[in-house]
C-alpha cells in the first residue's frame, strides 16, 4: 500500500485568513486527489492535483477559494482561502495510480475548524 | 450519474456476522469498492470487485452482482475493533474518479 502523510494533522483559524495543507505521497502514486469531510458524513472530491497544471474541480469549487498545486509527482498543497466558519472540515488527501483508481491511499487528513 | 445506496446504521454483537449492503446506479461501471474510516481517522481501502462473486480476505468479504447493481460487505466473527464507518464506492464513468456513498455506521455491542 501507498504512504501518504499529511500537515497539518490539526488547526484552528481565523475568519477571513488562508490555511495551506500539505501532502506528500510516495513514489508508486500517480494520481492525487483532494476531499472534504463533514464528520459523520461521506467524502465529497474536491479537485484532481494535476502535476505541473492546473487542478481539475468539481463542481461548486473553485480555484480562488481552493488553490491547489503539484509542483512534481509526489507533492501538492491545497489552500483554503478566505476561510469563513463553514469551512471547518475535514480535508483529506489521496493518491492512486492510472491502473486502479478503484484503489485509493488516504492521507490522516486536516481538521480545520474556523472561528 | 452515479448514486450509491446504503443503510446508514447497521448494529451486531461481537463475534456474530453482519452485512453491509449497497446498491449503485452507474452510466459505466467498473466495480465496487469498500472502505473503512474509524472515528478520527483517515478512510483505508478494504476491498474490490470487478466480477461478480464472492472475495475473501480474512474476516471480511465482498460480493459483486452486476446484474442487480448490488454488493455487499460481510464482517464475520466480529470484533469491537471493527466498529467504524464502511463506505462503498464506484468509479465515476466520465473521468475515472472515485464516488463514495454516504457510508454504514457500524455499531458493536459487547
Known amino acids: 500500500s501507498a504512504v501518504i502523510s499529511q500537515k497539518p494533522s490539526r488547526d484552528i483559524c481565523q475568519r477571513g485568513t488562508s490555511l495551506t495543507i500539505q501532502c506528500q505521497v510516495d513514489?508508486?502514486?500517480?494520481?492525487m486527489f483532494w476531499y472534504r469531510q463533514q464528520p459523520g458524513q461521506s467524502l465529497t472530491l474536491i479537485a484532481t492535483a494535476n502535476q505541473g497544471s492546473e487542478a481539475t474541480y468539481e463542481s461548486g469549487f473553485v480555484i480562488d477559494k481552493f488553490p491547489i498545486s503539484r509542483p512534481n509527482l509526489t507533492f501538492s498543497t491545497l489552500t483554503v482561502s478566505n476561510m469563513s466558519p463553514e469551512d471547518s472540515s475535514i480535508y483529506l488527501c489521496?493518491?492512486?495510480?492510472?491502473?486502479?483508481?478503484?484503489?485509493?491511499?488516504f492521507g490522516p487528513g486536516t481538521r480545520l475548524t474556523v472561528l | 450519474g452515479q448514486s450509491l445506496e446504503q443503510p446508514s446504521e447497521v448494529t451486531a454483537v461481537e463475534g456474530a456476522i453482519v452485512q453491509i449492503n449497497c446498491t449503485y446506479q452507474t452510466s459505466g461501471f467498473y466495480g465496487l469498492s469498500w472502505y473503512q474510516q474509524h472515528d478520527g481517522g483517515a478512510p483505508t481501502f478494504l476491498s474490490y470487485n470487478a466480477l461478480d462473486g464472492l472475495e475473501e480476505t480474512g474476516r471480511f468479504s465482498s460480493f459483486l452482482s452486476r446484474s442487480d447493481s448490488y454488493g455487499y460487505l460481510l464482517l464475520q466473527e466480529l470484533q469491537m475493533k471493527d466498529s467504524a464507518s464502511y463506505f462503498c464506492?464506484?468509479?465515476?464513468?466520465?473521468?475515472?474518479?472515485?464516488?463514495f456513498g454516504k457510508g454504514t455506521r457500524l455499531h458493536i455491542l459487547p
Open positions: 464506492a464506484v468509479r465515476r464513468n466520465r473521468d475515472d474518479k472515485i464516488i
Open positions: 489521496s493518491g492512486g495510480t492510472a491502473a486502479r483508481t478503484d484503489t485509493q491511499y
Open positions: 513514489s508508486q502514486v500517480t494520481m
